[in-house]
């Protein structure tokens, strides 16, 4: 889902903060959609105007940015950012722009399979309880659960002085 901001700058001072707080809570009903306006120029075209609880405002666009909400970047997508990115000389935006992500999800994508060396998300394997021990004292436990396999775990602890966080 694509999303457009519209940057402006207000042509009243009066009920700045009125519009401001409108804004926030998402009152703010403008009379012309950017769709319908062509040419936007800054300063030099018409305003926009919007009524808000009763008081009319105009406001002059200075830039129009858009957003972009997925949730999840499929993993064909991500592997062709990754492609296009080690094949071409094109730029984080731009690649952000061909594939219609977020400006800061290339960099995401990117850092990530440099780090794991794979296009996959990370959440793979990450659900349910936070781990208790590290790796280094499963292994122990492991290999001296077969070397006494009679033993009870509070046994185990004890005698290799593990300790187990809670």
């Known amino acids: 889902m694509c999303m457009a901001v519209i940057h402006y700058r207000e042509r009243f001072t009066e009920g ?43 406001f002059h666009v200075t830039r129009i940015s858009f957003t972009y909400s997925e949730r999840d970047i499929a993993l064909r997508k991500r592997s062709k950012i990754i492609i296009l990115n080690g094949h071409t000389s094109i730029t984080v935006r731009d690649i952000a722009t061909v594939f219609v992500v977020g400006n800061s999800s290339v960099p995401r994508i990117l850092r990530a ?9 990370k959440r793979k394997g990450k659900c349910g309880l936070k781990r208790k021990t590290i790796p280094k004292t499963d292994k122990i436990l492991i290999d001296n659960s077969k070397i006494n396999p009679r033993k009870i775990s509070k046994d185990l602890r004890r005698v290799y002085w593990i300790m187990v966080l809670k």
């Open 16 to 58: 700045r903060k009125r519009v401001e707080d409108d804004k926030r809570s998402g009152c703010l009903q403008t009379s012309r959609t950017a769709e319908n306006r062509k040419g936007f120029c800054g300063s030099t075209c018409e305003p926009i105007s919007a009524a808000v609880g009763g008081y009319s405002f105009a």
């Open 113 to 121: 399979f440099q780090d794991s060396g794979t296009s996959s998300p």
